[in-house]
């Protein structure tokens, strides 16, 4: 890679999962050199690829100061991300103990709202066949997972810490196609207010506006 | 099956009392005092201060509960911590229950509760492994320093398997098992991304005895993490696991731990 930049990120223009990320990439002020993966073309299950991550998919980081040590796993690089590069703790807790709360939302993140709502998409808009019962038990479980959010920030502010944390920052790109999956009828705001609240005010923080805009252009280009 | 804590708290105290590195006296009311170094009458280190309140564990006899047992179980040998299990009975759907939901807003075991730590709360299986190696592992045989890249990996594939192998092998035996209706796609679909993901795994234990740690690997919290679910292959279909030799030979070296095989009974 001859690129100069700290990082190689592999990434794809319209998923959720790299560009939480970028998103804390950005935060840091550290700087990337992005390579979006063409899934139409099968490159995320390239033998190249593959040897970055053998589990063919995105983001994987390269970090070009650390020996090009490599991490997939999106959860896992926005650990080693805050571990190594976020000196003064901002992204996390600095207690010890709290520390695993933040830990614990970002591990429901990536298994209880990732996934969920990735087959909702699925079921809903992608798969050829519209089957009921599929589609409603997933849009029935992203209904679920957002009430589980809002029964926490009715009472507190952030996920964890008292703070913005990588735990918030997680949720953003599945929360940002609330009406993709649950369709244009859907008010978030009515159905889910604190919920809604958090999200608009997470839109706000200069990494992740930055990192949408960077999508967007991404989309707008195609 | 319920750990019984009261002679498990009382034959550590015996045992620190004849290895004469005795914390009663003042130290015993402090729970956040360690016995480092002390030898108990069957040479295990005490690490943990045997006064130390049991840790409380909400779960089910499930693979993301079975995580946790194993891990606790392995810290019950390594260094005489104790813990309670408190069994939650999902049929019932006690999880959504408004007294669990205070400790876990999402509604799912397990959940451990850290008397040690003013009954600091923990949910989200792999979050709890994380907990349990930082906070009472303390002499690093479960894991890695949190500075290594050794550690990252080993982050990396507790999250592959925890964002992973949980929810798609979970989907699997929900269209296979529990769907009112049946849906051939959608077992396909699982089955099939199930069985991608045991090839990772595959591919990962090719060259290695354990998912993380150098050369050939080191047993940690990411092993115990992914075990449960692939262990429990059959339930959603999976009849064998000869299609991926390197995972089977895993699961069996994982089994012959005597933690393993006790955890996976818990409750």
């Not at chain 2, 339930?235 to 095989?261: H, M």
Request: aromatic share 12%; charged share 20%; net charge neutral.
């Amino acid at each position: 890679m001859s690129h100069g930049k700290h990082f190689t990120l592999y990434s794809h223009t319209g998923g959720p999962n790299p560009w939480k990320v970028v998103f804390l990439l950005k935060e840091l002020g550290l700087d990337y050199e992005p390579v979006y993966l063409d899934f139409q073309k099968g490159e995320h299950k390239a033998p190249g690829y593959l040897k970055v991550n053998p589990n063919g998919r995105v983001p994987a980081l390269i970090d070009h100061k650390n020996n090009d040590f490599t991490i997939w796993e999106s959860g896992a690089i926005l650990l080693y991300l805050v571990d190594k590069y976020d000196t003064e703790k901002k992204y996390t807790s600095t207690n010890e103990t709290e520390k695993y709360q933040v830990i614990q939302w970002l591990f429901f993140q990536v298994s209880g709202q990732g996934p969920y709502f990735g087959q909702a998409a699925w079921f809903q808009v992608f798969h050829p066949e519209k089957i009921p019962s599929a589609i409603e038990r997933y849009q029935n479980e992203v209904k679920r997972v957002l009430g589980v959010l809002e029964s926490v920030l009715s009472k507190q502010e952030w996920l964890a810490a008292g703070k913005f944390t990588i735990a918030d920052l997680a949720f953003v790109p599945w929360n940002n196609g609330i009406s993709f999956l649950l369709g244009p009828d859907f008010n978030f705001e009515k159905e889910f207010p604190f919920t809604y609240k958090w999200h608009q005010k997470v839109l706000e923080v200069p990494g992740v506006k930055a990192g949408l805009a960077e999508k967007d252009r991404l989309a707008a280009a195609k | 099956m319920l750990a019984n804590p009261a002679s498990g708290r009382l034959a550590a105290v015996l045992r620190s009392i004849q290895s004469g590195t005795s914390p009663l006296g003042a130290a015993a009311h402090s729970p956040n005092v360690i016995a480092s170094g002390a030898r108990g009458r069957r040479g295990m280190s005490l690490a943990t201060n045997p006064a130390a309140q049991p840790l409380m564990l909400y779960t089910a006899g499930t693979p993301n509960g079975r995580k946790v047992s194993i891990m606790l179980e392995e810290l019950k040998a390594m260094y005489g911590l104790d813990y309670d299990v408190h069994p939650i009975n999902l049929g019932a759907n006690e999880q959504k229950e408004p007294w669990f939901l205070a400790l876990n807003p999402n509604g799912r075991i397990p959940a451990l509760v850290d008397r040690n730590r003013k009954d600091f709360v923990v949910f989200e299986s792999a979050a709890i492994l994380l907990y349990l190696a930082q906070r009472y592992d303390t002499q690093r045989k479960f894991g890695f320093e949190p500075s290594e890249d050794e550690y990252s990996r080993m982050i990396q594939w507790m999250f592959f398997a925890h964002g992973g192998i949980g929810p798609m092998q979970g989907q699997l035996n929900h269209f296979a098992r529990f769907a009112p209706v049946d849906i051939p796609y959608a077992k396909a679909r699982y089955l099939d991304e199930t069985k991608r993901l045991y090839g990772v795994l595959d591919i990962r234990l090719s060259d290695r005895d354990w998912l993380a740690g150098p050369d050939n690997g080191t047993y940690s919290i990411a092993d115990m993490n992914a075990l449960p679910w692939v262990f429990g292959h059959q339930f959603g279909g999976i009849e064998t696991l000869d299609e991926w030799l390197n995972v089977k030979a895993w699961v069996e070296r994982c089994s012959q731990r005597p933690a393993v095989r006790a955890g996976l009974q818990v409750p």
